[in-house]
């Protein structure tokens, strides 16, 4: 990697750091990754900026800081297994492999979820797996999960994400209208389900069967 994006992205980690990220195996995830190799050419100057950045198709690669709190608060295992809805560029999935044993990620948009398995593959990240279609049904063959992370937003918690969620399990998911939702913390406890509002935050659209129709006017 080139000296500056080296030192580019040194000042990304600080910024998260100032942005109250203190859990210092996602530090060292993000520090691990490079987030340009994931970003089409044009954009590829703006990869440590703390912000979303697009790569095409209309839809973007998150804010770092928002995806680093996502990891922060789902307090990650090297042993976990974990769902992630929404490849996207597949920088996120790539951070997520640092962090856990098994990553199964889902994307709707074929051209993305091949680039992106593309890009996993050339930087020999091999403990992950991208299916190309609809996240908000989950991917019920390697269920449960400990962890669901939703990089997208619907108007209500999919069911079949809450059903795929283990005992212990955590899932965060943005939900609301379409301009702009509430994040949501969901944990299966062995008292039953527990629901929290975490932040709001403004998310491309959740698609498909459990989110919204391709319109994107009405929920299912
Ligand atoms: N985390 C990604 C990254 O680091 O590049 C960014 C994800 S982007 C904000 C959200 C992604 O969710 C888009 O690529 C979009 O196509 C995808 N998406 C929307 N609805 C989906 C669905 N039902 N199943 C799978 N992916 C979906």
Not at 66 to 83: E, G
Not at 95 to 124: H, K, M, N, P, W
Not at 153 to 168: F, T
Request: include cysteine.
């Amino acid at each position: 990697m080139s000296d500056r994006y080296v030192a580019q992205r040194r000042l990304l980690i600080e910024r998260l750091q100032e942005r109250g990220i203190n859990d210092l195996e996602v530090l060292r995830a993000f520090d691990l990754v490079a987030r340009h190799e994931f970003l089409p050419e044009a954009v590829r100057h703006r990869a440590y900026e703390d912000a979303p950045v697009p790569i095409g198709f209309a839809q973007t690669a998150s804010q770092p800081s928002l995806q680093a709190l996502y990891m922060q608060i789902l307090q990650l295992s090297a042993n976990d297994k974990v769902l992630e809805v929404g490849t996207g560029s597949g920088f996120q999935t790539a951070v997520l492999a640092q962090l856990v044993d098994r990553v199964y990620s889902i994307e709707r948009i074929r051209e993305l979820g091949v680039r992106a398995r593309e890009t996993l593959e050339r930087l020999r990240i091999s403990n992950v797996a991208i299916l190309i279609g609809d996240g908000t049904i989950g991917w019920s063959r390697y269920a449960p999960y400990d962890a669901i992370l939703v990089a997208a937003g619907g108007p209500e918690i999919p069911e079949p994400l809450v059903a795929q969620l283990g005992m212990g399990g955590r899932m965060l998911i943005p939900v609301g209208g379409l301009d702009a939702q509430r994040l949501m913390l969901v944990k299966r406890t062995e008292a039953g389900m527990q629901y929290e509002e975490v932040l709001d935050c403004t998310f491309v659209p959740l698609l498909g069967r459990f989110g919204w129709d391709d319109q994107r006017t009405s929920s299912p």
